[in-house]
Nanobody, 124 residues
Framework: QERLVESGGGSVQSGGSLRLSCVASGYTYGRMCMAWFRQAPGRERERVAS???????TYADSVKGRFAISQDVARMTLSLEMTSLKPEDTAIYYC??????????????????WGQGTQVTVSS
């Protein structure tokens, strides 16, 4: 069964750091089409960082220079290092994957596999 499990969320003060991890299982993990999304109360889900179909890394403007996405293919783990956290970063963070395209170059990704989410709360 394909699965993503996030961990590492928590509560920090503004300016603090957190590292999120997402462990994949049940499919052949690849280097492409992995992403972190977040959703704050009353707001639409936002893609925070992604490794796209060509392996290119992209970030939302709101997190550029503060967040870094990385992966350990051998451990089937996607990570998100978050620094200089702000109260507006408060949200549930989700890991997402496209298991079909993860091992092939693709023009775009279809994120069909999602984790359960992990809460990140940043206080001022």
């Amino acid at each position: 069964q394909e699965r993503l499990v996030e961990s590492g969320g928590g509560s920090v003060q503004s300016g603090g750091s957190l590292r999120l991890s997402c462990v994949a299982s049940g499919y052949t993990y690849g280097r492409m089409c992995m992403a972190w999304f977040r959703q704050a109360p009353g707001r639409e889900r936002e893609r925070v960082a992604s490794i796209g179909g060509r392996g290119w890394v992209t970030y939302a403007d709101s997190v550029k220079g503060r967040f870094a996405i990385s992966q350990d293919v051998a451990r089937m783990t996607l990570s998100l290092e978050m620094t200089s956290l702000k109260p507006e970063d408060t949200a549930i963070y989700y890991c997402a994957a496209d298991p079909i395209r993860s091992n092939h170059y693709a023009i775009s990704c279809d994120y069909t596999l999602w984790g359960q989410g992990t809460q990140v709360t940043v206080s001022s």
